[in-house]
């Protein structure tokens, strides 16, 4: 992601507090240190307000979500909600103030058992973007663009990878010799293997008790698409 228009990809990231970090890429391949976005005050006196938080657990991508050339920012929370944050400065010098909570038609969009991870990207290939957010559940789901560039509008989820079964997070083997991602998902599309068509790249987190303590580990999973349709073979 090139969040200031450099040509150099940069990195975005959430946090278990809400707060949204980044971290630019420099000339020489390296990264800066990370620094807080901030929420934009538009005043007479204009400055920099508080960090932008809507939720806690947050997740964070950008895309050009209305078509005018700029990159908003998305973010999802651990309660399950997804946020758009229209950019109101430039493509160089983006600038936030305003939240806007994702819908399908009146209704909210809201990951299954919390914990969203959204991403925007065309991925019926019709010239629009999409939201794709992974779930508390490990569910990826995909909800389609049935509006215009400038106006999106948002169908409602077709899962793409299906939710995991009850008590998941009880069974050892899911943890030791998993066979499939498991649950938090977050989500990214690319094309992994160049065949021309878009897959699916998931991160989770998994979970074993033992006795009183846990251990943890997270994976990351790639799910390519067989078949051509936007729905088909993962």
Request: glycine share 14%; proline share 5%; aromatic share 8%.
């Amino acid at each position: 992601m090139d969040y200031n228009g450099d040509g150099r990809l940069d990195i975005l990231t959430g946090s278990i507090s809400g707060k949204i970090h980044l971290f630019k890429k420099k000339p020489n391949g390296t990264y800066a240190a990370g620094e807080t976005l901030k929420k934009e005050v538009s005043t007479l006196l204009r400055g920099l307000g508080p960090s932008l938080n809507v939720g806690s657990s947050s997740a964070a991508c950008m895309a050009d979500w209305n078509g005018d050339g700029k990159l908003d920012l998305f973010i999802g929370t651990g309660e399950g909600e997804v946020y758009w944050l229209p950019n109101e400065g430039t493509r160089e010098k983006p600038a936030f103030s305003k939240t806007e909570r994702l819908k399908v038609g009146s209704k909210p969009v809201l990951a299954e058992t919390r914990v969203a991870g959204p991403f925007v990207a065309d991925w019926d290939g019709d010239g629009l973007p999409d939201l794709l957010v992974g779930c508390g559940s490990g569910a990826v789901v995909w909800h389609r663009n049935t509006g215009t560039r400038t106006q999106p509008q948002l169908a409602a989820g077709v899962k793409l990878v299906e939710s995991l079964p009850a008590g998941w997070d009880k069974d050892p083997a899911v943890f030791k010799n998993p066979k499939r991602s498991a649950g938090n998902a977050k989500v990214c599309v690319a094309d992994w293997n160049g065949d021309g068509r878009q897959d699916l790249i998931v991160g989770d987190s998994s979970y074993e008790r033992q006795g009183r303590t846990y251990k943890s580990h997270g994976w990351v999973w790639v799910y390519l698409r067989k078949g051509g349709g936007a729905e088909a073979g993962m």
